[in-house]
């Protein structure tokens, strides 16, 4: 492939950002689920305080790790990445599983 397509294509990618805007939206995203796992854990330990469950949050955070390690393989379509998802995403069901039907074993 020559240097005009390679450029087109990397152009037609970029969602309007430059590569420092990009890297950049990257990071907050970072930054946001950092957050958010926080949030998240903060709010399962006081429920587990108080005698309760925290499914809930359980599947709030496997959500998320299920949707990052596939959009992970998408883009790179690495093994690992797959496996990651598939083990996420049955944790996410279990949980959510647990969550509905209101099991307090």
Known sequence: MDREKILKRAQSQSIGLDEREQQMLGVSFGFGAGLMMLVVFALAAAALLRGGQVYDYAAIVF??????????YWKTRRRSALVSAVACAAVL??????F?????G
């Open 63 to 72: 959500a998320y790790l299920t949707g990052t390690q596939a959009h992970q």
């Open 93 to 98: 069901a279990a949980n959510l599983l647990l």
């Open 100 to 104: 509905l039907g209101g099991w307090h």
